[in-house]
């Protein structure tokens, strides 16, 4: 089974040793605009799956997304930890009990 920081350290590798003929090494050679393209398609295709009775087709779609926004970070030069990082920020602070103080800045 893969994680995303496997899925991270995959494209990563792909983008420094790239394997010609593969669809990652498509993307990154067609750049940043067609990256862009496949994660808005990809998550145009997730809220459709989620609208269907469907689970696995969620679950297919959520992949393709992952894998593109992977591409993304990749050719952007955002680490998966940079990410992880910016989540660890955000712990607690998103919770809806009341007692809470109201957040202002996300």
């Known amino acids: 089974m893969q994680d995303l920081d496997q899925l991270y350290q995959a494209v990563l590798e792909r983008k420094e040793n790239p394997k010609k003929g593969s669809y990652t090494d498509y993307l990154f050679t067609k750049g940043l605009d067609k990256i862009l393209k496949k994660v808005g398609e990809e998550s145009t295709e997730v809220v459709?799956?989620?609208?269907?009775?469907?689970?696995?087709e969620l679950i297919y779609e959520t992949a393709d997304l992952?894998?593109?926004?992977?591409?993304?970070?990749v050719e952007q030069g955002v680490s998966y930890d940079e990410i992880k990082t910016e989540l660890a920020k955000r712990e607690g602070l998103m919770s809806k009990t009341k007692d809470r103080p109201e957040i202002k800045d996300l």
């Open 48 to 56: 459709v799956a989620s609208k269907n009775p469907k689970r696995e």
């Open 66 to 73: 992952f894998y593109h926004l992977m591409v993304l970070l």
